[in-house]
Nanobody, 119 residues
């Protein structure tokens, strides 16, 4: 059974930090490109960051560059999103996404974790 389970969300003050985790099971994690997306109320889901299979290549949305860092540990089947200098506009539900590097039709989503940035 394929599962992506996000954790680490919560309420944080502006300027604070959070680290999200995405624990994967049921598929060969190292064969998948991992991404984080987010969706704020009333807005479309947007891509935040992507990391390739070996972790050597990453991409970020302009809105989070320099503040967020995506990483992965293939031995632990886990992807991470370190978020720093958080802003109220970062408030959203954050989703983990896995896409097979060879067959892009194989893709999975987590259930999401809420991040709220507010004083």
């Amino acid at each position: 059974q394929v599962q992506l389970v996000e954790s680490g969300g919560g309420l944080v003050q502006p300027g604070g930090s959070l680290r999200l985790s995405c624990a994967a099971s049921g598929f060969t994690f190292s064969n998948y490109v991992m991404s984080w997306y987010r969706q704020a109320p009333g807005k479309e889901r947007e891509l935040v960051a992507t990391i390739r299979r070996a972790g050597s290549s990453t991409n970020y949305a302009d809105s989070v560059k320099g503040r967020f860092t995506i990483s992965r540990d293939n031995a632990k089947n886990t992807a991470y999103l370190q978020m720093t200098s958080l802003k109220p506009e970062d408030t959203a539900v954050y989703y983990c996404n896995a896409v097979n590097a060879v067959s892009s039709g194989l893709r999975y989503w987590g259930q999401g974790t809420q991040v709220t940035v507010s004083s």
